[in-house]
């Protein structure tokens, strides 16, 4: 990857990918709705910014549950990527139980557009992003 960081903040580390170009957002630590809403917004105008239409978010080192974010981040933060032309947004989980089911609760929240897929691994999120 030719990675080029965009944004280094306490929970979430943004970067671009020139090759793939897309967003890879490195998410870290404890999440919590106030690091949810603060990092997702910066996902969104950095992809604006950069004008991509895909997004990895790497939630690997996610290390608790975040679920009070859940029906934010479905509701309103997803219609927001889409309106600002994200189309794919893979989804890697994090090895942690309580993470992964603020992920799926947050899909449950989410309507159609953009598309987004699950993954349990980088490798094989970085695939389905570059056939998409």
Request: with cysteine; proline share 3%; aromatic share 10%.
């Amino acid at each position: 990857m030719s990675l080029q960081t965009l944004l280094e903040a306490p929970h979430i580390t943004i970067a671009y990918d020139h090759l793939n170009e897309w967003l890879l957002a490195d998410w870290h630590g404890n999440q919590d709705l106030a690091s949810v809403q603060q990092g997702s917004q910066e996902i969104l105008r950095l992809m604006q910014l950069q004008r991509c239409h895909k997004v990895l978010n790497d939630n690997t080192r996610v290390t608790s549950m975040w679920s009070e974010a859940a029906e934010w981040a479905g509701k309103d933060l997803f219609p927001a990527l889409a309106a600002a032309g994200l189309r794919y947004f893979a989804w890697v989980y994090s090895p942690n139980l309580y993470s992964r089911l603020s992920t799926d609760l947050t899909l449950q929240f989410a309507a159609g557009s953009p598309v987004v897929a699950t993954f349990d691994d980088v490798d094989t999120a970085q695939g389905w992003l570059k056939q998409m």
